[in-house]
């Protein structure tokens, strides 16, 4: 599967749907290879920030990143001041580190010795939050150019592979009980799965021959029956249970 600039992407489901056979974190690290061998994606990292009883500390993160850097973040406690993790707290929209600012020394610091260390990079750091609270992070990082150009592919497509992650860690800790796939109407199947292939509010009424405000309520409406705060969590939630 080869990637076209400014094209939707999609993501092989059988790479997210492997997930969902994994019983330990490290599984997670191949199927962040075979997207990396897809997309020309530096290092993908997913952290658990809820804390849990369930999940110890040491647990709740995964990343390619090399083993050296990831203890040095942590042994830094990084995680504190990292401007992108701050910025994910305080929203629901992937947060683009270009558009970052760094209000301390410390997260200047964090920053620039990232820059040290993945040189011409940046990231796209997306939120992934549940209906009790909870929240998770998933980041990639590309080449800065590349990553402004498909920004909105990225954000899209990533926002999918995070909520698999993010639905696995919640398991583990005990936050999440199975569900039945729900009934979903004709019209609510159709949006999610036009919203899986790439397309957004406009376009998906054009395609279904209904208006905007339409459209807005299937998908609340199917959000609502997923038990999930955001189409993107709908759609992968939605994929998983083989609704669409």
């Known amino acids: 599967m080869d990637y076209e600039e400014n094209r939707p992407y999609s993501m092989d489901s059988a790479i ?85 600012e760094c209000k301390s020394a410390k997260e200047k ?4 010795l990232f820059r040290e260390y993945e040189p011409s990079s940046s990231g796209i750091t997306l939120p992934l939050r549940g209906l009790r609270g909870e929240l998770g992070i998933l980041t990639i990082t590309a080449q800065e150019a590349h990553l402004i150009e498909n920004r909105a592919n990225y954000s899209r497509l990533f926002s999918q592979v995070g909520t698999y992650i993010y639905e696995w860690f919640s398991r583990q800790a005990g936050l999440r009980d199975e569900i039945s796939a729900p009934s979903l109407s004709f019209r609510e199947k ?11 509010g406009v376009k998906v009424a054009e395609k279904l021959g209904v ?22 969590g709908a759609v992968a939630r939605a994929i998983r249970l083989g609704v669409i």
Not at 211 to 232: G, H, I
Request: net charge neutral.
């Open 190 to 200: 159709q949006c999610l799965a036009l919203y899986a292939d790439g397309h957004m």
């Open 16 to 100: 997210l749907q492997e997930i969902e056979t994994f019983s330990r974190k490290e599984s997670f690290l191949s199927t962040f290879d075979k997207i990396r061998e897809v997309f020309p994606i530096r290092n993908i990292s997913y952290v658990f920030l809820s804390a849990h009883p369930n999940i110890k500390a040491e647990d709740s993160f995964i990343s390619t990143h090399s083993t050296a850097w990831q203890k040095f973040y942590y042994e830094q406690n990084f995680v504190q001041h990292d401007p992108a993790v701050k910025a994910a707290f305080n929203s629901i929209l992937p947060v683009n580190w270009k558009d970052l």
């Open 109 to 112: 610091q964090v920053m620039n």
């Open 211 to 232: 208006s905007e405000a339409a459209v807005r309520l299937y998908l609340t409406s199917a959000r609502f029956k997923l038990q999930t705060q955001t189409t993107c």
